[in-house]
């Protein structure tokens, strides 16, 4: 059975500094909605500045947010109802500041399912941006290469997804607030942001591919089965996060720009095992091309979301 099709699309709308929970307090119960009002109330009494875009900074690749101007830095522990990262590599820390003139949010560190986190938790720092009035989000992850040119240490435009981690966060009650009960996901990734990026990738004379990632539950690394069954049904690239990030940023009409750092090869495509080390080691290895890159690509987006 389809769905009816409603003839205006619902986002999430903003509200002043302190205004938020207050709002949505007086509409429903204590729900999702109501807890990201209050953590972006928290936020924005923290800070003067009204970031559109966020960035979410994965394993190894934080320190781009050390280089924000003017920066104010908030451990996850103190925003409320903010789930709190375990994985070695993430900071832990929300920081906002600015690169060059644009005010940007940027979270060093993530949540992930594998660390017992629900879905709608993992996704949770998606609905605070939206709350706050975020526009557009830059996720990045460490990833496995599959296809054979992703060699360790490229930079790849995430261009679409394939979800294997069995859950969704928009299962359950649907919160018209945020959006749509069935959204479209045709475009998740932004292809106006994705062609930015390869331009300006080229232009700083980095190899920059394309590709297909394949979120799946971990902590676990894949086995050499699963990698040539994922190279089979599409997949370029391996993870454990995002999904759910994308699938929540999108439901609020929130464009999405993904990139994955390649920082090993997938089980079973070389003749070696797979540690967390290796991970950590690449992503500090490629943290100046990928500081260039974010550099070059932020002003571009905040032309584009203006």
Known sequence: MSAKKSSKRKTSKTVSPGKIAAKASANSADGEFERASKAADFIFSQTSLRPRIALVLGSGLGAFADEFAGATKIPYAKIPHFPQSTAIGHAGKL??????????AGMQGRVHLYEGYSAKEVAFPIRVFARMGVKAVILTNAAGGIKREFSQGRLVVISDHINLQGVNPLTGANDDRFGLRFHDMTAAYDKRFREMTV??????????????????????????????????IGADLVGMSTVPEVIAARHSGIRVLGISCVTNAAAGVLDQPLNHLEVLETAERVKGQFIGLLKAVIPRIAEAIA
């Open 199 to 232: 331009g300006e990738a080229n232009r700083l004379g980095i190899g920059m591919y394309e590709g297909v990632y394949a979120g799946l539950l971990g902590p676990s690394y894949e086995t050499p089965a699963e990698i040539r069954y994922l190279r089979t």
């Open 95 to 104: 920081v906002i500041g600015k690169v060059g003139a644009i005010p940007v």
